[in-house]
């Protein structure tokens, strides 16, 4: 079992800049390439970056790409996510996810295999 706690999330004004981190419990946080997802209300969860095992690759959605940069501290079991130039459209509750595959990456929800609880990121006009 993998545990995640996220935190950092708040309200900011459009244009402005969060930080989220993700807290991994255990020894295999290395093994697993790490994920965020957003869901805001009425709306599917959706894939926004992820970062593999040694940080050396990431991917991001086509609509946070250039604004967000997912990042991992494998001494600190952490995976942040930093958000810079924030629009409305980006409150959404924010969730940490693991994939513990050694398969193909899947740029989806359906691929991660632990979850957070997430933390809520709200962007004022």
């Known amino acids: 079992q993998v545990q995640l706690v996220e935190s950092g999330g708040g309200l900011e004004q459009a244009g402005g800049s969060l930080r989220v981190s993700c807290a991994a419990s255990g020894r295999r946080f290395s093994n697993y390439r790490m994920g965020w997802f957003r869901q805001a209300p009425g709306k599917e969860r959706e894939f926004v970056a992820l970062?593999?095992?040694?940080?050396?690759?990431?991917y991001y959605a086509d609509s946070v790409k250039g604004r967000f940069t997912i990042s991992r501290d494998n001494a600190k079991n952490t995976v942040y996510l930093q958000m810079n130039s924030l629009k409305p459209e980006d409150t959404a509750v924010y969730y940490c996810?693991?994939?513990?595959?050694?398969?193909?990456?899947?740029?989806?929800?359906?691929?991660?295999?632990?979850w957070g609880k997430g933390t809520l990121v709200t962007v004022s006009s």
């Open positions: 996810a693991a994939d513990t595959s050694l398969g193909a990456v899947v740029l989806a929800a359906g691929g991660m295999d632990y």
């Open positions: 970062i593999s095992r040694n940080g050396g690759s990431t």
